[in-house]
């Protein structure tokens, strides 16, 4: 497991990445007081249950702060979260478009802007509305000693995932974000087809 010191605009993170899991697979931990072996390159020394977001790369609201989703404002809300707690962990998946790709989710946003909901998009492209697996984020927190956790979540199958692969979520920390005119029915559509807690 390869690491390297990661400073933000954030804070100070650790970068993890995972060979066996996939390249586009990472994890940023976060740790205020950095114990001596963690400063050593060891593994971060957590008390349980540890604070997680599990995020899926979204590079249109990741990375160009696109208004059509909310992904980018829930990745920036967990940071803040995680650092109000002084530790925690950011798994960022190589998941892009509930993982379609990001070629298939431009396709989709053009279907939408035909009046199709993201669900109804995916399906006209011939897929699942949410083809994401959690197996690899399980494999991931169990590589860093994590078995018991509080996810930072409004999915449901997301916490499913999780637990069926062997992690403990003993709490779920909402994630609320103020919805726009570009992605008040993509927001519907989560909570009223989706089911996610919003």
Avoid: W
Avoid at 33 to 58: A, G, W
Avoid at 94 to 114: F, H, P, T
Avoid at 127 to 143: G, N, V
Avoid at 147 to 161: C, D
Wanted: glycine share 8%; aromatic share 8%.
């Amino acid at each position: 497991m390869n690491n390297a010191k990661f400073p933000t605009k954030f804070g100070k993170f650790k970068i993890y990445i995972y060979e066996n899991c996939g390249t586009g697979n990472i994890a940023l931990v976060y740790i205020t007081k950095l114990k001596t072996e963690y400063k050593n390159k060891k593994l971060p020394k957590f008390s349980e249950p540890v604070l997680v977001r599990v995020h899926s790369k979204c590079t249109t609201g990741d990375v160009f702060h696109s208004l059509r989703c909310d992904c980018g404002e829930q990745l920036e809300k967990s940071i803040e979260i995680i650092k109000k707690e002084g530790a925690g962990i950011i798994l960022y998946l190589d998941q892009e478009g509930r993982g379609i790709g990001l070629a298939n989710k431009i396709r989709a946003y053009k279907l939408q802007d035909s009046g199709l909901d993201t669900i109804e998009a995916n399906h006209q492209l011939g897929f699942e509305c949410d083809a994401r697996t959690y197996t690899i984020a399980s494999k991931m927190l169990k590589k860093l000693g994590v078995r018991k956790i509080k996810l930072i979540t409004n999915n449901p199958k997301k916490m499913e995932g999780l637990v069926k692969n062997g992690i403990k979520i003993t709490k779920r920390i909402p994630l609320i974000i103020k919805p726009n005119r570009y992605n008040k029915k993509y927001l519907k559509t989560k909570k009223e087809k989706m089911g996610h807690f919003l």
